[in-house]
């Protein structure tokens, strides 16, 4: 560090930068530089082995960032791009002495100029500008300078981003993904190289549709470890550029891993017991199980319904249960678990009811089949009258006509549809809110160059014409949002999932991971947040949209490996992926209302009746229900119904005029694995 006095006011400056590196957060909003620029200042960003002072001129802002005199000392920025492409980065610096004070530029991790060398500027209160280009992602970028010899950093006023220009043209599929060395818990899946016309940055790895792993550009292969023995793993491979620009997927490999030699299950939990019933929720305690090597997990359990799973090491041998559901009688035991996948024998059984309802907004209170037959029933849509429904069906490309009598009738397929083999096809569909005089009805469907929003004629009977009204959305296996709902505005709200390219969904010039609104002829609607389709931004893959009695915007959306949410969606809001999964406090972006864990829930459609959010879930196989807390916009305690009874639950619309639901099932698909004809459609009643 130069020499130099700091001042009571320079002292209170650089307490404010430790005391924002302590709590760990993130810089101020950035204030525009110019027209090209967006401009961020050194004493806002993240400081180690430095501080923040002004005891110097002709600096920007308040102040500038005054680095300790060793190797190591560093800024960090973090950068937020509307798009992918290259980066102008200028840095504005003093250097007062004689010798040059090196630094390595980091971008997201990787050097990008080793040792770039800042000169001296005559004196400290002479400022100068380094600049260098380097690709950046759209989102969020961390851009760190590092001191590289003990004479530390130069003084920094400043950092100046730029997007300059933008590569946009994607690699190449990796292909022929295979697997080798395969043991009980790890594999190595090795792939063919992808192609990019400036260079594969890193490939991503994928179960299904959760990120599995990564690699370097440079690699076409990765050992998985921490693998469950004797299961099969859907691995699939993509590339992409440091652009982030996203191949499209390789080929799907099936692989599984050896069976445990350990068949020795462990014991029996001691007994299981209960305390603290409340409404919704239960203690447990039980005593702990032995194994020959160890316990890895307990499994609160109703039959083979699994409530709930304890980890740790060892697992605990207490929980609390939440998100029972009222009024309801539950039966309840414990078993183990070791790493070879070995279940002991079960606890003792407990049963219980939990106490009466303490709500307004009533409750499930029957359920009962409207019809069978159905093959991965997908959009819901009641037609005005209240007499019929529209419903899809995802991999035939069929909508059907259903009817509260149980009548189901086919009047027509969508042109163009094509599958993904995962979680694309013929998704939303919705009636226009003018349908007497018009006839319209609007479908979300996958097609041969992305995913679509089309308009088709019904005239009661049969389906007529077809007409593209938005393209431009990308698909993929998996993540391809697809709900449509119109709104009281006359609008018509999309969901889009970022189609396994996580940057996109920061991308406000991407159609890709938002909440779209948009005329029903196909235009963008006035008053959108960013003068094109976007209302809001920030999401993985989005299934649920329901409008609550105050006209706000509810919305559920599937988390990768953390958390679930169920968002109250506002224009022009970040809803933080992939920078945030779940609650997080990064500046500008907005959190959940509600989280769950994947197994609980990765909801689907969701419905209101009575100021009380039902919430499907296709892995957590139950329906939530998330009341409003009147007209404020915060949620009481969630409770589950109907856990593990019918399977994967996709879609759940409120029947116009009743206190019902209409919910159905996808147990068909490529994770319920059930035969053709297997999904059904039930009446649930509210009292």
Not at 130 to 144: D, E, F, H, Q, Y
Not at 585 to 596: A, L, R, S
Not at 609 to 615: A, E, G, L, P, Q
Not at 672 to 681: I, Q, V
Request: hydrophobic residues 30%; contains cysteine; glycine residues 10%.
């Amino acid at each position: 560090m130069h020499t130099g006095t700091l001042t009571t006011s320079q002292g209170r400056v650089a307490a404010l930068a430790a005391l924002l590196l302590c709590t760990a957060l993130v810089q101020t909003v950035p204030q525009p530089a110019s027209a090209a620029a967006t401009r961020y200042e050194a004493e806002s960003a993240t400081i180690v082995k430095g501080a923040a002072e002004s005891n110097h001129s002709g600096y920007s802002g308040t102040g500038f960032v005054n680095g300790d005199n060793v190797v190591g000392s560093y800024v960090e920025f973090t950068v937020d791009t509307a798009s992918a492409g290259t980066g102008k980065i200028a840095v504005r610096y003093s250097n007062g002495t004689a010798d040059a004070r090196p630094a390595d530029v980091a971008v997201n991790g990787t050097v990008v100029s080793a040792a770039r060398a800042f000169d001296a500027t005559t004196d400290w209160n002479t400022w100068a500008t380094s600049t260098l280009t380097t690709p950046v992602k759209a989102g969020s970028n961390k851009i760190r300078l590092t001191s590289t010899t003990a004479n530390g950093l130069p003084n920094l006023d400043y950092l100046d981003m730029t997007v300059t220009s933008s590569d946009t043209e994607a690699p190449t599929a990796p292909t022929a993904p295979s697997c080798s060395g395969i043991t009980e818990n790890s594999l190595t899946l090795g792939w063919g190289a992808a192609t990019d016309n400036v260079g594969v940055a890193a490939y991503d790895i994928y179960e299904h549709g959760n990120k599995f792993g990564e690699a370097p550009g440079t690699a076409t292969t990765k050992n998985l470890t921490g693998l469950t023995p004797g299961t099969t793993y859907n691995l699939t491979v993509f590339a992409r550029d440091a652009a982030g620009n996203v191949s499209s997927v390789s080929p799907i490999v099936d692989c599984t891993t050896l069976r445990s030699s350990d068949t020795t299950a462990p014991s029996a939990p001691g007994t299981l017991s209960t305390s603290g019933l409340t409404a919704n929720s239960v203690a447990l305690t039980w005593g702990a199980s032995t194994d020959d090597k160890a316990v890895t997990a307990y499994e609160v359990r109703s039959g083979s319904t699994v409530y709930k799973t304890v980890t740790g090491t060892p697992p605990a041998t207490t929980t609390t249960l939440t998100g029972l559901a009222c009024a309801s009688p539950y039966s309840l035991d414990v078993v183990a678990q070791d790493a070879a996948g070995n279940t002991s024998p079960p606890s003792n059984t407990v049963t219980f009811t939990t106490p009466d309802c303490a709500t307004d907004g009533g409750v499930p209170s029957g359920i009962a089949t409207v019809s069978g037959g159905w093959s991965i029933p997908w959009g819901t849509y009641w037609m005005p009258d209240g007499k019929s429904a529209l419903v899809t069906e995802r991999d035939s490309f069929k909508v059907l006509k259903a009817t509260p009598d149980g009548t189901r009738t086919q009047v027509g397929t969508v042109p163009n549809a094509v599958t993904t083999d995962g979680e694309g096809g013929l998704l939303g569909v919705a009636v226009d809110p003018k349908w007497s005089t018009n006839h319209y009805v609007y479908f979300m469907h996958t097609a041969s160059e992305g995913n679509r929003v089309a308009r088709m004629t019904y005239d009661g009977s049969s389906l007529g014409g077809y007409t593209v009204l938005l393209q431009g959305i990308k698909k993929s296996r998996y993540h391809n949002g697809g709900r449509l709902l119109f709104g009281p505005d006359g609008y018509l709200y999309v969901s889009t999932g970022e189609a396994q390219t996580p940057d996109l969904a920061q991308d406000k010039n991407s159609l890709n991971g938002k909440i779209l609104r948009m005329t029903p002829d196909g235009k963008a609607a006035p008053g959108n947040p960013f003068g094109n389709y976007v209302y809001s931004y920030g999401h993985r893959n989005p299934q649920g949209l329901a409008f609550d009695r105050n006209g706000r915007l509810w919305e559920a959306e599937f988390g990768d490996s953390k958390k679930d949410e169920l968002n109250l969606i506002k224009p022009g809001k970040n809803y933080g992926w992939p920078v945030c999964e779940g609650t997080c406090t990064t500046d500008g972006m907005t959190n959940p209302k509600k989280t769950w864990n994947i197994s609980e829930a990765s909801p689907s459609g969701i419905a209101i009746v009575r100021n009380v959010i039902y919430m499907a879930a296709l892995k957590g196989e139950r329906l939530w229900r998330v009341p409003i807390t009147g007209d404020t916009e915060n949620l009481g305690t969630p409770s589950a119904y109907y856990v593990g009874t019918y399977g994967r639950l996709r879609t759940v619309t409120k029947v116009p005029g009743q206190d019902q639901l209409w919910l159905s099932t996808t147990n068909c698909d490529n994770k319920g694995n059930e035969p053709d004809g297997s999904d059904k459609l039930f009446r649930v009643s509210i009292t």
